[in-house]
């Protein structure tokens, strides 16, 4: 029998050939579950090249990141960890208009396009779905190879849980090689998680940096270290997970970890957490190297599949026309 993966992957190899031949496939398409080996494949993410989309008049994300405090919401105040430290200014000028979500962004295209992505892993992150996921909460973002968009993806998606009602994100630089999400919102010189696990006596909330936006926090990649595979392989970082994703119960922990292909610290990684979201670039990425990819993941974690940088833009139809009717 042919499993959800081998169906996904098949899927994803017809798309990028449909894209290639100038065909319009529907950029996001249906979630298909095999429960069996609690897997979720998701196809999604028709960004464009560059990151870009069409945009519009829906601004919902929008108003709640700026209208929302964490001195007005009881939820941020009561379940978000209290940071007492001035915030950590992320600065998004210049974002937008690279397909990035930001409080300004009013693209529902994008925003939906995400809310497709996390809906399901929240779902199984609070023991909502059908089987429990052990560590549901604890969610890796990877790739194949370089340059396929998962620091983007893990960024957008980060931000899209931001806006829930009854969560938190803690977004997490684990590509301690290139610290991508460092740099993207300007944290790569601050201490963080290699520090943690290289000093113990560097504390875990001196390191997490509160943002302005009430319920996103950011922990950096931290100072290089040359032994940073056995960092994060080390007893230190399983009990590090663990507080991480215990410490809160409306917490959601977000991985941005390097390419699988790279580097032996992205299967690391992936041993620590519940679930994984491998992003997979349209119309470049050989079907042989995701292939690899996922045979070096453990057969009984949740992975989800994202379609990303897809020149297809069929898939506006559907939301555009609604969001613009009232």
């Known amino acids: 029998m042919v499993s959800s993966i081998e169906k996904a992957v098949e899927r994803l190899n017809k798309a990028r050939v449909s894209e290639e031949a100038g065909e319009k496939e529907p950029t996001i398409t249906a979630l298909a579950e095999d429960s069996a080996k609690s897997t979720l494949v998701v196809e999604?993410?028709?960004?464009?090249?560059?990151?870009?989309?069409?945009?519009?008049?829906?601004?919902?994300?929008?108003?709640?990141?700026?209208e929302v405090g964490a001195d007005d919401d009881p939820l941020a105040a009561s379940q978000s960890e209290l940071v007492e430290k001035e915030p950590f200014t992320i600065d998004f000028e210049g974002k937008e208009h690279l397909g990035?979500?930001?409080?300004?962004?009013?693209?529902q295209v994008v925003w939906e396009e995400y809310r497709v992505i996390k809906r399901p892993l929240l779902i199984n992150a609070f023991g909502k779905g059908a089987a429990p996921v052990e560590r549901g909460n604890i969610i890796l973002v990877t790739s194949s190879v370089p340059g396929e968009g998962k620091t983007f993806t893990s960024f957008n998606l980060a931000?899209?849980?931001?806006t829930e009602l009854d969560s938190t994100i803690l977004m997490v630089d684990g590509d301690v090689?290139?610290?991508?999400?460092?740099?993207?919102?300007?944290?790569?010189?601050?201490?963080?998680?290699?520090?943690?696990?290289e000093d113990p006596d560097v504390e875990l909330g001196d390191v997490i940096l509160g943002t302005q936006i009430p319920k996103l926090k950011i922990l950096p990649a931290g100072t290089r270290h040359k032994h940073s595979t056995e960092l994060l392989a080390s007893d230190s970082m399983d009990k590090l997970i663990a507080e991480l994703g215990e410490r809160y119960p409306d917490r959601i922990v977000l991985i941005d970890a390097p390419p699988?292909?790279?580097?032996?610290e992205a299967s690391v990684l992936t041993m620590k957490?519940?679930?994984?979201?491998?992003?997979?670039?349209?119309?470049?990425?050989p079907v042989e190297a995701v292939n690899e990819s996922i045979e070096r993941i453990d057969a009984n974690k949740v992975l989800g599949l994202v379609l990303n940088k897809s020149r297809?833009?069929?898939?506006?139809?559907?939301?555009g026309g609604y969001y613009g009717s009232y």
């Open 312 to 319: 297809v833009k069929s898939g506006s139809q559907y939301y």
């Open 159 to 162: 931000m899209s849980i931001a």
């Open 177 to 197: 090689l290139r610290s991508s999400l460092s740099k993207l919102v300007g944290a790569e010189d601050k201490p963080g998680l290699l520090d943690v696990l």
């Open 260 to 264: 699988m292909l790279a580097t032996t």
């Open 44 to 66: 999604s993410a028709g960004i464009g090249v560059d990151g870009k989309d069409e945009s519009g008049g829906y601004a919902e994300e929008a108003s709640y990141f700026s």
């Open 273 to 285: 957490v519940g679930q994984i979201v491998m992003v997979v670039e349209a119309g470049r990425t």
């Open 100 to 107: 990035y979500l930001t409080p300004n962004s009013d693209n």
